[in-house]
């Protein structure tokens, strides 16, 4: 069985509320196993939309506003692609330079200004904690689409889905897996959210693996940490890897330090095939939240897995429609009225 069975009552959107908001701020606001998996049983109802073999329109009219501060492809355009295929229409605004920040406008008058426009927001912001500053200025959804080094919780989500559906069609069970995380666990906020949303998962072994300096933050260890899982710390990627069920690379996120701070960092340190088949299993699944780094010297993710059926990276990143289409029917209220609005192309 892909999901466990979901006994509690009430919308989700207002079991997951912030302050009483609908935000998706942070994945601390699923609680349990049970609220995240009432998600992706949306998301699964999402897919043959996402795939266009069904169209739905039950967000036609709205508008969602994506305000991307930072650098994106994945996140901006599949939560756009996410809320036009249910209907909606999508206004953008990339980089400070093309929005009034430049002119010194504060998050406050932006995230005010822009209630007035558009029904619901996405924002990437390189402060963290900065979209929750977005959302205390509105009442319209709020989705955090990455604060800085903070969170990535829609990135969490899909990565979390992609893990169950891996599982499913393999025959295992999280609880009680070995779930590797390599890179930049410093910087990177996608380990960040999926680390705090597995420990709701049971038994899990989870090894972290960094270069030195680049370590999880000590408040994501203590947290993770009272679920009573597993948690191995270690400098070499061999060792950290061997026996694990999900190996999930990150990419150095360079433009968050001094290069000078690396330190013990090394070309040794890459998932590549020699490794994966070295320390692992036919039925590991690796990922990577993407994009990994393709020029010269980098080290996160080998492309001389990209044939390799253990690579999840791509069935990762097409993950992200559906999940992202139910972040928003769930945000927006209109999950229950998916299943009958439902057409044929
Ligand atoms: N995974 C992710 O956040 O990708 P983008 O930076 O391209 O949005």
Redesign the pocket.
Known sequence: QKYAQSGQGGPLRDRIAHEGRHHLLSVDQFTSRESVEELFRIADMMQPIARRQKISRVLEGAVLGNLFFE??????VSFGAAFCRLGGSVCDTTGFTFSSMAKGESIYDTSRVMSGYVDAMVI?HPEMGSVAEFARATNIPVVN??DGPGE?PS?ALLDLYTILTEFSRLGKLLDGSHIALAGDLKYGR?VHSLMKLLALYRGLKFTLISPKGLEMPESILEQVGRNGHVIEQTYSLEEGLRGADVIYATRVQKERFAEEELGGYSAEFQVNKAIVDKCCGPDVIVMH???RDSREGANDLSTDLNHDPRLAIFRQTDNGIPVRMAIFAVLLGVETLVPHSLRDV
């Open positions: 650098a994106s492809t994945r996140t901006r990437r689409g990455g990535h990135q996608t939240p993407l994009p």
